[in-house]
């Protein structure tokens, strides 16, 4: 393992990390959390649950008005449901995130979440375009597609399940298109974000990269 670098914050930062499912963001949100003390939120669970809750209701997922009350209802209490990981969530959830009244019912409180005293790491797909366009560092992780598919592949072959490599890519290469295709706060990289490519980098490293992006930032501010 690499020697990690010693980053303390001189104020409470926010941090903003964008970027398509796979690439490495959440460990990287979680490695960033933890190391400089920040609070951290998973935007995409709060996409996650209204998904799972709308299944689950028997709601159809391209009913704009029916995901709206959904995401208007939505309570912290949801976030922690033990249903939300996984390729399934994952798909429902990039369906409602199109509409964009359940977009809406989500800005305030990830805003207030990322504006608490003590600083917050945020990921998803708009954060430092939408969310938060005033964060101090911005990331936009990223990965090949295959790289992604290939991780993901290897994940679920770790856990026993049988899977197959071509059907997880197009699954990979279908979720950026919804993401990114979209008319409401398409995934995309903020103009001042940097960009970390990760095809080639192991978690330690994607972390080290951001922690001397973060170290470079609070030298010049
Ligand atoms: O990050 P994730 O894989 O948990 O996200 C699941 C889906 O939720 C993603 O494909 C699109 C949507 N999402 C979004 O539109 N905006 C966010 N800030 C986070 C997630």
């Given amino acids: 393992m690499p020697e990690m670098t010693d980053v303390v914050l001189k104020r409470p ?21 933890t190391r400089l003390q920040l609070p951290y939120l998973d935007t995409g669970l709060l996409y996650r649950a209204i998904g799972k809750l709308m299944q689950i209701a028997g709601l159809d997922l391209d009913d704009a008005q ?7 209802k939505l309570t912290p209490a949801d976030l922690q449901r033990a249903d939300l990981r996984g390729r ?9 995130a199109v509409h964009s009244g359940v977009r809406a ?9 990322a504006h608490g005293p003590h600083g917050a790491v945020l990921d998803g797909r708009d954060i430092g ?14 990965a090949s597609a295959e790289v992604r598919a290939r991780r993901r ?5 770790a856990k026993g399940r049988s899977v197959d490599y071509q059907a997880i890519l197009s699954e990979v290469k279908a979720r950026d298109a919804r993401d990114s295709g979209r008319v409401e706060a398409p995934l995309r990289p903020a103009d ?19 922690l001397s992006i973060v170290e470079n930032w609070q030298k010049r501010h």
């Fill in 105 to 113: 019912a989500l800005i305030a409180f990830q805003r207030d979440f």
């Fill in 129 to 142: 375009t939408v969310i938060c366009p005033d964060a101090d560092v911005k990331l936009y992780v990223t």
């Fill in 13 to 33: 930062l926010l941090i903003a990390i964008d970027g398509p499912a796979a690439a490495g963001k959440g460990t990287l949100a979680q490695g960033l959390a």
């Fill in 153 to 157: 592949t290897d994940e679920l072959l």
């Fill in 192 to 210: 001042d974000a940097t960009v970390i490519d990760t095809s080639a980098l192991g978690p330690a490293e994607v972390l080290m990269t951001a």
């Fill in 88 to 96: 399934e969530a994952g798909e429902l959830a990039s369906r409602v």
């Fill in 66 to 72: 029916a995901a709206t009350a959904v995401a208007e």
